[in-house]
């Protein structure tokens, strides 16, 4: 379950996973790091990639799953956030485009959202609170784009799961959950992140509103019960 950049993965010769590391290196390449026609708005389909690849700041590791129960896949994606948390960011790479790629070949496509989207869901909270974003991928996702309903940007060959530093841009993410008690940590934890350090007041001022409304409907909420 080692860690590679795509300068790595292009020097490996003999290691049995390389064909999975290629195939979303070659995704990665040709779908996130592109724009697309139907994305819903100019630019890449992910604005940090092409960045990420010119500064080998992506790393990408391949997990086998068919021994592993649930609780013991979170706790190596839990793993995954303590090491991306601890490393340190090299001279030639910015923090805002390091990412990890967890790549999961033994997942079926029909099991993808039993394992890859609950352990995603069940982390995100964590995630959130460490300043972190997790995002699921799969060929069978059906999130929405923000700019597009009808485009699907989180489909991958192959399930994995993304982890990478939350920026304030974040916003639409945060404060979607249904569940006001989900929403009020997501926000809290998205204005301690950036505290006195936003660049869009605009932003600033939407995440204060989203969360007192959030408030606001937990305790009426809590009236009616």
């Not at 993965?9 to 195939?23: F, H, S």
């Not at 340190?88 to 070949?105: D, G, H, R, S």
Request: glycine share 2%; aromatic share 10%.
């Amino acid at each position: 379950m080692q860690l590679y950049t795509p300068l790595e993965i292009k020097q490996l010769r003999q290691y049995e996973d390389l064909p999975y590391l290629l195939e979303i290196l070659e995704w990665v390449k040709s779908f996130l790091a592109r724009p697309h026609p139907n994305l819903g708005r100019p630019g890449v389909v992910c604005p940090f990639v092409p960045h990420s690849l010119k500064s080998n700041s992506i790393r990408l590791a391949v997990i086998r799953t068919k021994d592993l129960e649930l609780e013991q896949l979170e706790e190596v994606v839990k793993h995954y956030r303590d090491i991306f948390l601890e490393m340190e960011v090299k001279e030639q790479e910015l923090a805002i485009n390091k990412a990890f790629l967890l790549i999961f070949p033994d997942v079926y496509i029909e099991d993808a959202y039993k394992l890859i989207d609950s352990v995603q869901q069940k982390l995100k909270p964590l995630f959130v609170e460490s300043g972190l974003m997790i995002g699921e991928f799969h060929k069978r996702n059906e999130s929405p784009g923000l700019h597009n309903p009808n485009f699907r940007p989180l489909r991958s060959p192959i399930p994995l799961l993304a982890i990478r530093f939350m920026v304030e841009p974040d916003l639409p993410f945060l404060e979607s959950p249904a569940d006001p008690h989900l929403r009020i940590r997501y926000l809290e934890a998205y204005l301690k992140c950036f505290g006195n350090k936003f660049t869009d007041e605009t932003k600033f001022k939407k995440a204060h509103q989203a969360l007192a409304l959030a408030k606001e409907e937990l305790k009426d909420k809590n009236l009616v019960y």
